[in-house]
């Protein structure tokens, strides 16, 4: 079983950056895929931004040049650097992983509670 548990989320005025976390735990990290999605009150979930085992990496366009995926396997932790941040971004933000690469698409087996994200204008 994986376990995975977000963390850096906040309150932020627009134009500022955060720095998500999501720490995993259970199973060897290094061969996992990895994913960050993002639900704002009455919306679907959205897939944010991919990482696949050999570094390969998948934004959404809504992101794009914005957020950097990133992770450190020595530590087993997922990064989610966002900057520019503008009202739109506010949501709950999920760490996701499985054994197969669903990029974007929301068939993951393990997800993290989330992590709060506000951005004021």
């Known amino acids: 079983q994986v376990q995975l548990l977000e963390s850096g989320g906040g309150s932020v005025q627009a134009g500022e950056s955060l720095r998500l976390s999501c720490a995993s735990s259970?199973?060897?990290?290094?061969?996992?895929?990895m994913a960050w999605f993002r639900q704002a009150p009455g919306k679907e979930r959205e897939g944010v931004a991919f990482?696949?085992?050999?570094?390969?990496?998948k934004y959404a366009d809504s992101v794009k040049g914005r957020f950097t995926i990133s992770r450190i396997n020595s530590n087993n932790t997922l990064y989610l650097q966002m900057n520019s941040l503008n009202p739109d971004d506010t949501a709950m933000y999920y760490c996701?992983?499985?054994?197969?690469?669903?990029?974007?698409?929301?068939?993951?087996?393990?997800w993290g509670q989330g992590t709060q994200v506000t951005v004021s204008s």
């Open positions: 990482i696949d085992t050999d570094g390969s990496t």
């Open positions: 259970g199973y060897t990290y290094s061969i996992l895929v």
């Open positions: 996701a992983a499985d054994f197969s690469p669903y990029e974007l698409r929301p068939y993951y087996k393990y």
